[in-house]
């Protein structure tokens, strides 16, 4: 399974979007720090979910820090996140 597809899979399946866009952006990143052949390196994640309702921006990015945590201790050096919940689109 490729990164990319980790990362869908468990934000969809630890918080249930109504949009979910996971974009790979290693590309951008070639001669940084992080950044190695291949990708899968540097992600930007844009998620609007009911579970962020109420919550503050550090408390929606530490929920999806968590289900991340694998990927953040491993292969994704960078994650960019836009994190709202439903109307505030």
Do not use: C, W, Y
């Amino acid at each position: 399974m490729t990164v990319k597809a980790s990362i869908e899979r468990k934000l969809t399946e630890g918080l249930s979007p109504e949009i979910l866009v996971v974009v790979d952006e290693s590309n951008r990143h070639v001669g940084h720090a992080g950044h190695k052949p291949g990708g899968e390196t540097h992600f930007n994640v844009q998620v609007v979910s009911a579970a962020f309702a109420g919550k503050s921006r550090v408390d929606r990015h530490r929920l999806v820090n968590a289900l991340l945590a694998d990927e953040l201790a491993g292969p994704v050096h960078a994650l960019a996140l836009v994190t709202k919940a439903p109307g505030e689109v």
